[in-house]
């Protein structure tokens, strides 16, 4: 991977199966920069909490996308992404539920999601980027050359996203983040607009009984076996 070629690689997967912390550390590994497109979706959210916005009202989001009232961009600090809202540093505001929630919701419209798919098609054409989400390997990048479905059991997903919230300090019931979790899983694979699955020629990766280091690693292997052939 010394190579000048731009390196492209795709990460799809359901909610809390790790994608974010995962390929922070694999873009790391590579020497690449890492672009969580959940992130971005999350800012969505974001802006439809603080103005009292539905998730579920379509009519207002799109007015919000083609009045542009939610810019959203991203920069990089020490290879960290920032994710800005009109200009604002968010990142720390959107890991709540809350906002996590909000984000799965508007994600579902076609005019949100092409609006942050051409901004990361855009970012990808300019450099090499590790991108993760929902529709990576088949809509935002389908000719990625490394494409990755990463994936856990349910109750494996829930229990560490549980661990997650307990470990920051919140309080959390594991039934009830199971719940949410398999009704987001209902939402993102039947959505109409670009809905969650692995591109046919995806390798699927199944980490739930793989813990964080071998869960890597099995991601460099499939990265490895591409780029340094």
Known sequence: MADKQL????????VSAGKSSLCDALSQKLG???LDTGAMYRAVGLFAIKNNIS?????????VVKNKLADISVDYQDGRQITKLN???VSALLRSEKVGAYASA???????????????????????LLIDGRDIGTVVLPDAK???FLTASPEERALRRYKQLINAGS???YNMVLSDLLARDEQDKNRKADPLRAAPDAVILDTSKLNFEESLQEMINI???????
């Open 7 to 14: 390196i492209s690689i795709a990460v799809d997967g359901p």
């Open 32 to 34: 690449i920069l890492h």
């Open 55 to 63: 998730p579920d009202d379509e009519e207002a989001l799109e007015a």
């Open 87 to 89: 200009g604002e540093d």
């Open 106 to 128: 508007v994600s579902r419209f076609p005019v949100v999601r092409r609006y942050l798919v051409s901004l990361q098609q855009q970012l990808a054409r300019e450099r090499s």
């Open 146 to 148: 490394v494409k990755i």
């Open 171 to 173: 309080k959390a019931d």
């Open 223 to 229: 990265v490895k076996a591409v780029y340094d052939n």
